[in-house]
């Protein structure tokens, strides 16, 4: 393995994207950031813009007023970024699948690497989400 | 010296700050997540992110000027890594040390505005500001001991002055000029009470916004540097310099080095973010003025 994928994966700088959340999974991932889990112990920062995303993190069910700023956010952000869908919303529609607002799930919109179920997911659940993505990238 | 032996110590001092200010800023992480009872990053977190972000793709906006774009960041690197070198080997001049450190600014005021994003345009208008406001009690602060060194900007004239007579923090211009240098350090540097240029939760990095890959890196590294190079400065001129001649010196050195730098890290773990107004007032109203009593005071022999 290579040097620059080994800086990647000690360097995963995180770029928030909420397309239609309730709120919930928002308020789970800057739990994240928290003293009790500290995720910038493994060098995962939030960036404040997608071009210096290396992970997109996706909650929601993508509505109909999303669809075109999400894509235009996943084409800002520099290659190679990962995404990440965060809630049963984003996976799958959730308990809006019904929504008239629907035009997801986040796969319909862009690549989806990893997938984080729950409804929020947990904070232990997420940084497992990205350990098994760290395993990924090889 | 001819012109060999000037770009080989350039590259030298260039490695040096160059590892020296990742290693600082690191130190300035974990401080900072220390303090908030987190574990905060390994000590290779900065490297680790440099080569990473040359590895990534490296976007030029649609509507920027691209050779602007891709200047901005290596012209600042360079000029911070040619003031550090200065500093570091003790030659040149404090004034030219003093424009030089203000080409990283300038550096990232122009790549900002040359990426045609709105809130870079609100991030260097904030850059300016600050810029202007800094400035004058940096220099305020260096007026001081040239004139202790009598009228000598010579960065060499400066610290044998102090190794013969004592460091210039001992007198009480020196201790006002002290607190000034560091302050106006601070806001060169973008550490937090005056990091509103580059303020990440709402205008989103400012001037840096449409920088990715190995520019975004540079604009990192310059910071870096800068965070090597603008203790360094301040030690050479109040605190008697560093130098390299036995173990014991170069320890004395790096310990003063590092007394400056946790002061800054310290401001910025204890302060709020300020507004720009209240910064330049800060900076206009408070400092400046303390500058020039103490100039007054220098001259006349306090
Ligand atoms: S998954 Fe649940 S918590 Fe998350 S946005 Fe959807 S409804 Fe809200």
């Known amino acids: ?138 | 010296m001819n012109i060999f032996f000037m770009a080989l110590y350039f590259i030298a001092g260039f490695i040096l700050l160059g590892v020296w200010g990742l290693l600082a800023m690191w130190l300035e992480r974990k401080a900072a997540a220390r303090l908030q009872f987190r574990v905060g990053p390994p000590w290779y977190q900065n490297f680790a992110d440099l080569v990473k972000l040359s590895g990534k793709e490296m976007l030029i906006p649609e509507r920027a000027n691209s050779l602007v774009f891709i200047f901005a960041p290596v012209v600042s690197v360079l000029a911070a890594a040619a003031a550090g070198t200065l500093i570091l080997f003790r030659a040149g001049d404090a004034i030219l040390i003093l424009y030089l450190l203000a080409i990283p600014s300038l550096g990232a005021i122009i790549g900002g505005s040359s990426s045609g994003n709105v809130l870079a345009v609100v991030g260097i208008s904030r850059e300016i500001k600050l810029l202007l406001g800094y400035e004058l009690p940096f220099a305020c602060a260096v007026i001081i001991p040239a004139l202790k060194s009598g009228a000598s900007t010579s960065l060499a004239g400066i610290v044998s002055q102090q190794q013969a007579g004592g460091v210039f923090a001992g007198s009480v211009s020196g201790i006002a000029g002290f607190v000034i240098a560091v302050f106006s350090l601070q806001g060169k540097i973008g550490l937090v009470p005056f990091d509103l240029a580059e303020a990440e939760g709402e205008i989103a990095t400012g001037s840096q916004i449409e920088y990715s890959g190995i520019l975004l890196g540079l604009f990192k590294l310059s910071r870096a540097i800068l965070l090597a190079a603008g203790p360094l400065f301040v030690v050479s001129l109040y605190l008697g310099g560093f130098n390299l001649s036995s173990p014991g010196a170069a320890a004395a050195g790096m310990l003063k080095y590092l007394l400056v730098l946790v002061l800054m890290i310290l401001l910025k773990n204890t302060n709020p973010r300020l507004r720009i107004d209240h910064a330049l007032r800060f900076f206009w109203g408070g400092l400046a003025l303390a500058g020039m009593a103490a100039i007054l005071l220098a001259f006349i022999g306090y």
Not at chain 1, 56 to 78: F, H, P, S, W
Not at chain 1, 86 to 94: D, E, Q, T
Not at chain 1, 102 to 118: F, H, N, R, S
Request: aromatic fraction near 6%.
């Open chain 1, 1 to 138: 393995m290579d040097i620059k994928k080994r800086a990647f994966k000690r360097s995963l700088w995180v770029y928030h994207l909420s397309g239609g959340s309730c709120n919930n999974c928002d308020i789970e991932i800057l739990d994240c950031l928290t003293p009790r889990f500290d995720i910038e112990r493994f060098g995962m920062v939030l960036v404040g813009s997608p071009r210096h995303a290396d992970v997109l993190l996706c909650t929601g069910i993508v509505n109909k007023k999303c669809v075109e700023r999400m894509r235009e956010v996943y084409d800002q952000t520099a290659k190679p970024c990962v995404v990440v869908a965060i809630g049963a919303c984003a996976c799958s529609g959730g308990i809006f699948r019904e929504g008239y607002q629907m035009a997801g799930p986040l796969e319909k919109i862009m690549p989806v690497d990893v997938y984080i179920p729950g409804c929020p997911p947990k904070p232990e659940a997420m940084i497992a989400g990205i350990v098994k993505l760290l395993e990924k990238i090889k």
